[in-house]
Structure formats: C-alpha cells, structure tokens
C-alpha cells in the first residue's frame, strides 16, 4: 500500500426530512449566496425547505446554473458576491450546482488576473475559498463530499476541473426524498457515474490493498443491486437512500486511499462532452471498455478479480461484456454511434488536444494523444 493522508472534513446529514438542519451550520449575521439550477428545486419543494430554513438571514439568490456549469455564468455569480459581500454559500441541487459553487467560492477570493487560471492549472494556486454547503438532489458525482470542480467553457469548448482541500463542503444534506423527481435518465447517468468513478480507482493493477478493494466491490455489488431497483421502484426510499450513500462514497476519497487511480476514461469522457455535448456518464460508458480493451494486458488481474467476486465470472471477457450488459440493461448506450460522433473525427481532435497539452493519463501514466485516438477509434 502506498502512503497516504486521508482528509474529508465534511460533515454529511444523511435521511429523510433532514434540511432543516442546515439552520444550525450556517452562520447567522453574514449574506449567504443560494444558487441553484434550472428550477427542479422549485417543482419538488426543496427550495421551499431551504429557504424556510433561511429564515431571518440575508439570502441573495443566483439560480440558472446549467448542466455542465459554465464558466461564463459562474462570473455572473462571483460578481454577484463581491457586490453583496456574500460570506456563506449554499449550493441547492445536482454536481452541477456544487461544483459551480466550487469554482465561485474559489475565484471570489482568488488574487490572479484571470480567474480561468484556476482551471488551467487543475486548481493549485487556490489557497482560499468562501465556505460553503451544499443540498444534494442528484447522486452522481461525489462533489458533496469532495474537493473536485469541472467547469466547462463554451467558447473553446473546453472542460477542464480544478482541485483544492478548501473546496471541500463543510456539509451536506442529503436526503433521498429529493431525488423521487428526477428524471429516469438523470438516474441512470447517476448509478453509471458512480460505478465508473469506482473502477478508476479500483480496476489498475494489484497492490495489497484488500480492504480498498472490498471497499470498491462492495460499492459496485450495491449500485448493481440497488440501481436497477431505483429505476423500477422510483418511490422506493431504501433503493434511492443505498443509491445516494453508494455515489457519496464512491468519489468521496475513501477507497483511492493508498492506490494507484486510473481516471483516463474521465479524461477522455470531458472531452467528448466538451465537443459533441453528451452527457457526462454517457461518455464515461463509451470510453470505459474502450480503456479497459486497450490496456488489457496490464489490467488483467484486476478485471479478472472484479468478473471473479462482482460477477462470479471467470474470464476477463466476460468481466467486461458483464459491465457493458449492465449498462445495456439500464438502456445507456456504449458506442458513439448512439450520440451521432463520428469516431474518426473525435480520435483526431482529442489525440490532438493531449497532444498539445503534454498530458498523460492512467495508472500508468501511458494514455497520451495516440493512446485517447485508438481508444475512441474503438468505441464506433
Ligand atoms: O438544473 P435543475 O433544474 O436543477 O435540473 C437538473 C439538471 O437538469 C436535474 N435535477 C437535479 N436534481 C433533480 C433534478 N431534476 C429533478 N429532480 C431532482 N431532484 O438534473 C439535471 C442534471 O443535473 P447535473 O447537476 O448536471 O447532473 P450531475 O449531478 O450528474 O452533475 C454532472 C456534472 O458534474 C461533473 C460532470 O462533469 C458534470 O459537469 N462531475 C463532477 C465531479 C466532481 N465534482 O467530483 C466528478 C464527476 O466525475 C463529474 O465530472
Ligand atoms: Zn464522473
């Protein structure tokens, strides 16, 4: 196991009915900033838990951040803030509206010139940021109990992501009621969001780390379980609450603690987003056994202990073909052809771009430009 230091200092409320404890963590006498989407909170009565629990404060509110939250709109919000001298902020919604409020907690304080520098540099100029909070109403991403932010600019079609330990939440609520109203498709991206974040640190190479892989498969076994069940039983509370609980710890740094991390089919994944528009987790679908086949020599062992104790299968071929019938099953498509890409296309122009930009990806550190192209060449 390699050393690590293990930090998460948010507090997670967990339950039905749990909203009004935000009253007692934020701070009374300072303006809060309350931002939030495109307006599910207002259909499904969050909003109204939130701001009754407001009550008395001084709340600005800044609402219309869209999925794959934009740099452009984020400004807007970190004007709004310097304008209100905002000391708080609550986030009231899905990764979107966390990792927003992550990036203008961050650039409201932040003293460069260009505050795209935060995401330029993936976040390590940033020293401070404006505390905050988040109400969760999406399990997906993890960002309620993380430090990570992706912003996307769509000028440049970029989408890049920023880590800092003070982007941190110091709470979030999480109560599984909020999500009955989503969408079946924002549950689906949601259960495959949280099992790819899984196998990016999980499925690298062995290291003697059997409790973080227990953790991991523990993790996989239940969004395999609970997932399908969610979207057959959408008011079914004990599927939705194992749901939530499972994409929190799935991303909230607990099982990368001590071993190597993947995160080459994110990678690639943002800029399939950032150019074509699918969602997140749709990417992530199509690249994952784009990844995997392409460097099956070197994950061999771990796919064939994930096919073994996830699936009780015994070759690495149905290791994989197991995980893709798993997200047929959920109808999330794996090629770019779902989505209309032309896959010549997109290998040519994100190659290009890990070319350009010198990175390399994987636990190996060996996805480069060519090794992005002959995956998404792959994935036809
Ligand atoms: O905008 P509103 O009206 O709120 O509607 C949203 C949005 O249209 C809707 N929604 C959310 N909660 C709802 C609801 N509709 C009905 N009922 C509810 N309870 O769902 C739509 C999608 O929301 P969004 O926040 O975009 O989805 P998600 O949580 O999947 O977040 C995706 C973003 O997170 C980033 C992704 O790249 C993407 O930009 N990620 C962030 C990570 C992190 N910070 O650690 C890690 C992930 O890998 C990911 O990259
Ligand atoms: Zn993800």
Redesign the pocket.
Known sequence: MQNFVFKNPTEIIFGKGTIAQIDARIPRDVPILLT??????K??G?YQQVRSALDGREVVEFAG?????QYETCLKAVDLVKSHQVQFLLAV???????AA?FIAAAAWYDGPDSWDILRTGGQNVKTAIPLGTVL??P????ES?G???I?RRATAE?L?FYADCAFPMFSVLDPE??????AK?VR??IV?AF??VMEQYLTFPTDAPLQDRLAEAILATLIEVGPRTLAQPRDYESRASLMWSATLA?NTLISCGVPQDWST?MIG?EL?ALYGP???ETLAVVLPGVWAHQLAKKEAKLRQYGQRVWGVTTVEAAIGRTEEFFHSLDMPTLLSAYQINAEEAAEVVGRRFTKRAVKFGEHEDIDGSAAAAIIRSRA
Do not use: F, M, W
């Open positions: 939030y989407g495109g307006g599910s909170i259909r499904n969050v951040i869209e999925p794959n939250p919604g899905g990764g979107s509206v966390i990792d992550k109403t999406l997906a991403t993890g960002t993380n990570n932010s992706v996307s989408k992501h909020t999500t009955y109203t989503l969408p924002q991206n949601g969001d790819v974040h991303l994110h943002h987003t969602a997140h987790a």
